[in-house]
């Protein structure tokens, strides 16, 4: 059974930085690249961030490039989002998602496997 598990979301101040998980399970993590969505209240899910699955290759929204850095470690099935200058329009629930690397692409999808999400709400 897969599960995609991310934890570390919080309250944090504008300005700070917080740091969320994703662990994975019962697939080969190193065989999929993987991507982090958020889905702010009142809003649609929109893409963050994503990962190759050596970790080479990044890509990142307008939105968080040069505040949230991407990366995992394929030995521990983790991957994190590391997010700096935090803003409260960055106030979301968070989802790892994992993707064959064949399927579409980074920003779109399609992902087969989702998190149940983290909530990170950033107060001013």
């Known amino acids: 059974q897969v599960q995609l598990v991310e934890s570390g979301g919080g309250l944090v101040q504008a300005g700070g930085s917080l740091r969320v998980s994703c662990a994975a399970s019962g697939v080969t993590f190193s065989s999929y690249d993987m991507g982090w969505f958020r889905q702010g209240p009142g809003k649609e899910r929109e893409f963050v961030a994503a990962?190759?699955?050596?970790?080479?290759?990044?890509v990142y929204a307008d939105s968080v490039k040069g505040r949230f850095t991407i990366f995992r470690d394929n030995a521990k099935n983790t991957m994190y989002l590391q997010m700096n200058s935090l803003k409260p329009e960055d106030t979301a629930v968070y989802y790892c998602?994992?993707?064959?690397?064949?399927?579409?692409?980074?920003?779109?999808?399609?992902?087969?496997?989702w998190g149940q999400g983290t909530q990170v709400t950033v107060s001013s």
């Open positions: 990962i190759s699955r050596s970790g080479g290759s990044t």
């Open positions: 998602a994992a993707r064959p690397p064949t399927w579409g692409t980074a920003k779109d999808g399609p992902y087969r496997y």
